[in-house]
């Protein structure tokens, strides 16, 4: 069965830093552009960012740009975020998506072209 797993979300302080991961399962991520999208409480779902096949990172979300980082971890089939200097706004559940037919990154992370969503980490940044 395919799927993806988010992982690794949790509490953490204003100014502090979060990895978090999407593993997968049933296919290898390898050959797919994987975007991370969030949703803030009472907020749209909005892209932050994504890898392609090529390990080519798009930025969908300009304040996060210079904070967080995606990177592939080939040998654990998953796909990181880094994420540096939180802010309280960084609040959401972050999700990984992928579109099985293309392995590059979307113009536009609207989302309603993703094939597969896994269910998504809660990511809480407060004091």
């Known amino acids: 069965q395919m799927q993806l797993v988010e992982s690794g979300g949790g509490l953490v302080q204003p100014g502090g830093s979060m990895r978090i991961s999407c593993a997968g399962s049933g296919f290898i991520l390898d050959y797919h552009a994987i975007t991370w999208f969030r949703q803030a409480p009472g907020k749209e779902r909005e892209g932050v960012l994504c890898?392609?096949?090529?390990?080519?990172?798009?930025y969908y979300t300009d304040s996060v740009k210079g904070r967080f980082t995606i990177s592939r971890v080939k040998s654990k089939n998953a796909v990181y975020l880094q994420m540096n200097s939180l802010k309280p706004e960084d609040t959401a559940v972050y999700y990984c998506?992928?579109?099985?037919?293309?392995?590059?990154?979307?113009?536009?992370?609207?989302?309603?072209?993703?094939?597969?969503w896994g269910k998504g980490t809660l990511v809480t940044v407060s004091s």
């Open positions: 998506a992928t579109d099985l037919r293309d392995n590059i990154c979307p113009v536009l992370a609207s989302g309603v072209d993703m094939d597969y």
């Open positions: 890898i392609s096949s090529s390990d080519t990172t798009t």
